[in-house]
């Protein structure tokens, strides 16, 4: 966002406040207030220059005199999850970030940004997409459409509006086209490109990128549709202490026969056609940088391995549920699928 136009001096006549008010009109009505120093000092917006007047202050009067003082607002290094979401319920949209000597450093828009989250994410995409054939033999999975757009950009927008900016897509089959892709910013991030030189299976191409030694990273399949809350798939895994969480969602076997339960040859009970519910792994991941960085190098490697071995160890192995959409597109019906979900949302939105 351009900060400038949101910014005004306290010493600023109050109609020249008003004119600035109304050019941001149809956008985020606030201005930021600071002190001839530098330092933010106040907050004004057109109900505060309402209520001023009310109260007898005249146009010729300064923004100092019309402003709202107690004005909330977050040090550098306390920018967290928890502290955006404390701010949020206070419905505040603009959010300043200061110094330590009380300047902006930077200023958070919840409309675009709803919070920041303290990871990177790496998005697997090297897949052929066989089952999709023939729409694959010249498209990679993740650029087919749906809707207006690639699948695999519905991701990297729901990462980048939780303030994740270090992204990497691992790229193998028709590598060309995806780093083309990502040659430009997609929802505002500069996406990295990660070539395997052969298949290293669900996440073996992760030691390709560069982890850092401290931290988690999101791990996800870059052909998925899905509405997943990222923000509390972090907080789940922090409260959890876990090394690693798995989003899961809901998977349901019915059995269309009366199940028997026995002891030994004889029938103790009769159940008459039963269902049963259990949570699949999703192919969105957190894991501890510790655990990604023990990844042997150049090896195949599938997630499910790097999860047993986690377990033998006796990490902290959590799950998530998904409670939204979530959509695995891997064969041409749920292509179809996602193609005929995102129709409808943008009918419901235009309606």
Known sequence: MNIDRHLIGHDAPLVEALARLNELSGGLMTLLVTDSDGRMCGTLT???????????????????????????????????????????????????????????????????????????????????GER????????????????????????????????????????????????????????????????ENRPLGTIGSVTLAEIPAEGETIVMNSDLLTTISFEDFYLHHKKQDADITIAAVPYNVSVPYAILDTDGEMVTSLEEKPTYSYYANAGIYIFSNELLRSLPQGERTDATDLIEQALSEGKRVSYFPINGTWIDIGSPSDFAHACELMRHLRQSVEA
């Open 132 to 195: 999709l054939r023939p729409m694959t033999l010249e498209t990679p999975k993740p650029l087919l459409k749906v809707g207006d757009k690639a699948i695999i950009d519905y991701n990297i927008e729901a990462l980048a509006t939780v303030g994740i900016d270090d992204i990497s897509v691992t790229v193998n089959y028709l590598a060309e086209q995806l780093e083309e892709h990502f040659s430009r910013p997609v929802g505002g991030v500069h996406v990295k490109c990660v070539r």
């Open 46 to 128: 057109d109900g505060d220059v309402r209520r001023a007047l009310l109260r007898g202050v005249k146009l010729e009067a300064l923004v100092e005199d019309a402003m709202f003082h107690d004005f909330r607002y977050l040090k550098e290094g306390e920018v967290s999850p928890d502290s955006l979401r404390g701010l949020r319920r206070h419905r505040l949209a603009l959010i300043p970030v200061l110094d330590a000597d009380g300047k902006l450093s930077r200023v958070i828009d919840t409309r675009v940004t709803r919070t920041i989250l303290p990871v990177r994410a790496i998005l697997m995409a090297g897949g052929k």
